[in-house]
């Protein structure tokens, strides 16, 4: 416990680095609230050094779970954009794709090699061997085609 009777404004600073330091590592935001607490703290103390160890710790948790709120409510959805949001979505990148078939699909239903890959394939018509293709769309990971006319 007398740890806790001397502690100093460079003591939140420590845990703020701590925080941002295991944020880098992957927590998603949830620290950088509480770096920003801690931060605060540090310069609250510097202001008013007879702060007591319990207040502290209390204004440190209101602080930490306040500024996560914040950042989770205003500042997540920025993190979010893309400049590419299909970026790693191999389906919707086909989308356009024109292709011949290597093989038939009955029913319109199969499944079809494009590059390394094997895709489910849905198409309105049955399509047979050697016919040109082209995607048009899909549905979760099952492709859409079309006959494609050269």
Not at 57 to 66: E, H, N, R, Y
Not at 104 to 131: C, H, M, Y
């Amino acid at each position: 416990m007398e740890f806790f009777q001397q502690i100093e404004p460079w003591h939140w600073l420590i845990v703020m680095f701590a925080c941002l330091g295991m944020e880098a590592l992957g927590a998603s935001g949830f620290l950088l609230g509480s770096a920003f607490s801690a931060l605060l703290l540090a310069l609250a103390l510097w202001l008013l050094p007879d702060m007591g160890w319990a207040a502290q710790l209390i204004w440190f948790g209101i602080g930490s779970l306040v500024f996560s709120l914040a950042y989770w409510k205003f500042f997540r959805s920025i993190n979010e954009k893309n400049d590419h949001p299909e970026l790693n979505n191999r389906a919707s990148q086909l989308v356009g794709h024109v292709f011949v078939l290597a093989e038939d699909l009955p029913n319109g239903q199969g499944r079809v090699q494009i590059g390394d890959t094997f895709w489910k394939v849905r198409a309105t018509e049955t399509l047979t061997k050697a016919s040109s293709v082209k995607v048009t769309g899909y549905e979760g990971m099952i492709l859409m085609l079309e006959k494609h006319d050269s």
